[in-house]
Structure formats: C-alpha cells, structure tokens
C-alpha cells in the first residue's frame, strides 16, 4: 500500500468516517463476487501471489482504497467507495473503468451508493482539507465523480 494511500485512511479513520466495520463484514460476499464476477481478476490474483487474507487486497480488485459513510446536509446516509490516484490522466482512467460494467452491479450488490476518484498529491492532505471536500462533494448529484485536492489550503 502506497503512503498517499496510509495517509488518507489514517486521515479517514481520524474523521471518524473510514468505515473498517463495513469492510470487514462485506469481505465474504466481496470475495465471492470477484470471483464469479471478476474471473480474470480473481486468477491474476493467485497468479501474481497477492496476500488473499488482506482484506484491502480484495477492496483494491474492484477499484476501492476505503469506504466512507456520511451523512448528507439532509440526513440521509451514504456509502461511498473511494480510489486514491497521484497522476489525474489515471484518476481519470479510473474513473471511466468505474462507470462501466461490471462496477456499478458491484456497487448496487455491495449497497454502496457512490464512487469517489481522488486525484491527490504525493504528501499528506491536511484533515480539514479532506473534511471539506468529503462534505462538499456528499451532497453533489452523481454516482461516480473525480474529485481534486487541493494541493494547499487557501
């Protein structure tokens, strides 16, 4: 796992936001779904020796660095899956591939209510940084959004 990676979960985890519990309670059908969903995926995991007991190994197959549960300015709670990227011609790479089948039947099955694609520099994001955006961005409409960080506060 990459540091902007470590450092946005423990930023999340900080905000109270990082929802581990979920994660971990959604791994058996997350595995399950890889591997009849995911064929491709789920051999060139085995082939490539990946850790198959580390849950983020798993979360990363379906384009997911974190799970943040928020709240709307209305109330409603959202899940939302989240992807770290430092280069943008990625982070919009990702973005098209999480818009497409078989991602949005993943996150339907998943009962995860959008796709978040971070595009972040290559050093820590202060939390009030990622506080506003989480917040700003929650009650935007759209399933799947790109969404840049500030490289400083203003």
């Known amino acids: 796992m990459s540091a902007h ?16 519990t979920y994660e971990l309670d959604e791994l058996p059908q997350l595995q399950t779904l890889v591997k009849t969903r995911l064929g491709d995926t789920w051999r060139r995991m085995q082939a490539r020796g990946l850790d198959l007991k580390d849950p983020l190994v798993w979360w990363e197959q379906v384009r997911v660095h974190g799970i943040l549960a928020l709240e709307t300015s209305k109330g409603a709670q959202e899940r939302v899956a989240v992807w770290l990227e430092t280069l943008e011609s990625r982070a919009y790479g990702v973005l098209e591939q999480v818009k497409r089948e078989p991602y949005p039947t993943l996150r339907s099955e998943l009962k995860l209510d959008r796709h978040w694609v971070f595009w972040v520099p290559r050093y820590p994001v202060e939390a009030d940084v990622w506080c506003d955006l989480f917040y700003s ?18």
Request: glycine residues 2%; proline residues 3%.
């Open 5 to 20: 990676i470590m450092w946005f979960r423990r930023t999340a985890r900080q905000l109270k936001v990082l929802d581990t």
């Open 137 to 154: 961005t929650i009650d935007q409409s759209g399933s799947c959004q790109i969404i840049a960080v500030p490289t400083a506060v203003s």
